[in-house]
């Protein structure tokens, strides 16, 4: 049996007679149009048992009209029957997973009467749980974009023009519909250009034979820098043995990305380029300078070292500035390099007619050489100084013969129109929302302190937010977490490795290995310094001495254990016991082997300078003994030995000469397994 509910437009009912059943919305207004039903059935002939209404038996009526569920109804207005269960709501039953059956529902299809809902819309499923769609959705979505943008395809007019519209500049070859047999495809120029760049790239039977790089601003310093821009466009797409197809185009995506990134931070009369470029005049000027002073500090010992002077400069001085060097577009500076190039690479160099800095490096120098990548980057003019557009960051000419100081000069503000949302004071006029950035190739891992000390010193005044744990710094410098399960105090870090070296005992050459164990003498957080926003290049220039220190500490630690492949588990942390679950028996009552090793325990500090206290055998004529020697890490990476025991007789007068030419040695082979070797064969008290 149904269970009467009303009906949409009941109300035309009461002139008849029938009578009306009361709903929850007792405020809805009449209906100003006949009931569908009404028209459909006249009064008085409205069937009681039909098929339609759900039950073998019938639905009963009031006043002739069949009760059914109200559009403008959302709850239950009926009252259930003692034979079955009767639901008012789409949620009347809430149970998922469950079938019901047995249960006589009325079907929509009387005169205007609304629709049941689906079994979905009740909640119910047929069999199981429902499929989330959207978690499926997502992880389509996520395979999709790891494929997307690695390949970057090989050299031809297509591919070209392809990586053209990734970064958002636009073509002239676009609109030029051709056909692909038409003879002009692949022999054509194509012009790409963004906001304030044009690059031209000429194709001879889809090989790139040459590209014309130009800005919207005409000064010397950027027909220069378009001039080296376009050397390193034009070898990354040029094809070897002049076959296109064999050159890949991920070089070329790579150096037109940034510089379409500058391209787009670029604002009307603030051209990013030239912001850059005025940088760059000036830091050249003053490294030529410097190279000239040092030229003449040395003498005629080394004037005939140009590599000598080179890497004084880059390593002491202020650095050595680039543009469009190394096969990368944009200004960088390099500043430390823990190896020397050798004098085939240098001599291939000038065979070829190519000064050092455009040569590209090794995989293993480039992970020696330290570089400060110079860019733009936006960041609002009300929270830090905006970049300025000059090339007078230093006089010119600049003279640097006698001074001690670097005379820099603060150069005029460099001020943009405002637009119409800008708040602007009266008489003010708008500053750029840009600045520029030192990004570290690589990043440079120091004491977290230290590196506060750096950014405060840049106007950052905002410590950065530790997102994951904290490591210490050797932790973090090898690529360890810290393991620490208690507070700072109580936490210690340990790494042990094993590293071949070569030896000279009666002058015979051999090898030797070394059991290295290092271990922090306090903890100290460690933090990777990745970049530098700064206002002025001076700020930079003077923040060179402490990161060549770090540089220098991290290198000789890495080269040291760069042979051990380190695990989570050599991260220790004092507890009570030594064993280990997976120890035998015999392993436990045995004694440990004695290994053939040189044993080297390495102790760190990090504060306030970077210190290692080494302890070693060193050889003697009929015994040997155990020695042991501070070493410090001084800003510019100076070496200098503040303490020995064991090496050298401390009676001696030339003790500190001794020691100054141990300190230099170091310098110069940068490995302290060399080292170490060296002063346990060679030195004697």
Partial sequence: MATPVPIPGSASKRAAGGVSTPSFNQTSPPRSVPSPVTARHPAGKTPINHSTTGSSQGSKTLGGTPMLNSLSHGGNTSSPSANMLSFGTPNGLGIEGITPSGLNLPTPGLGGAAMMPSMSELGLTVSGAKRNEDDERRTKMRSILKSIGKPKGRVSEEGIARICRRVGFANDI????????????????????GNTTVIEIDLRNQVPCNVQVAYSVQSKALDEQGEKASKVLLKDLKAPDGVALQTKLDRFARNLENLARLDRLSLPGVNCFEALAGVYTSLRRLYEQEKAA??????????????????????????????????????????WQSTDYDGREETEAEADGRTRESQPLSAEKADRMFTLRIEAEAASANLYP????????????????????????????????????????????????????????????MPYQTAMNILAAVGVTQAPIMITPPSQYAALLLGQASGATGGPQSMTFSV????EVLSYQDEQETTVRH??????????????????????????????????????????????????????????????????????????????PETDGVPITIALATSPTPTFDLTFPSLRTNNVTTTSISVQILPNGNVTISAQEGLLNADAADVPAKLNKLAKALESCDDLGVWLEWLRTSITA
């Fill in 515 to 592: 059991c290295y164990t290092l271990s922090s003498v306090k903890p100290d957080w460690g933090f990777t310094l990745a970049e530098l926003p700064f206002s002025h290049p001076r700020q930079v220039i003077e923040l060179l001495p402490t990161l060549r220190q770090w540089a220098c500490t991290s290198q000789l630690l890495k080269a040291t254990f760069k042979s051990q492949a380190l695990s989570a588990a050599q991260a220790t942390v004092p507890s009570t016991t030594d064993i280990s679950y997976d120890d035998s028996l015999d392993d436990l009552l045995d004694a440990p």
């Fill in 496 to 499: 042990s490795a094993d590293r």
């Fill in 294 to 335: 040092t030229k003449a500090l040395l003498g005629g010992k080394a004037a005939g070292s140009a590599d000598t002077m080179d890497k004084e400069v880059m390593c002491r001085k202020s650095g050595r500035p680039m543009a469009h060097e190394r096969n990368k577009l944009g200004l960088a500076i390099e500043y």
């Fill in 386 to 445: 905006a970049l300025r557009i000059s090339e007078t960051w230093l006089p010119d000419p600049l003279d640097l013969t006698g001074d001690i100081n670097i005379p820099w000069q603060v150069p005029p503000p460099t001020f943009v129109a405002a637009d119409a949302g800008d708040i602007v004071i009266d008489g003010q006029q708008k500053l750029p929302d840009l600045r520029f950035i030192a990004k570290l190739e690589p990043p440079v891992v």
């Fill in 174 to 193: 676009d609109a030029d519909k051709l056909k692909p047999d038409d003879p002009k495809v692949g022999n054509r120029v194509i012009t790409t250009a």
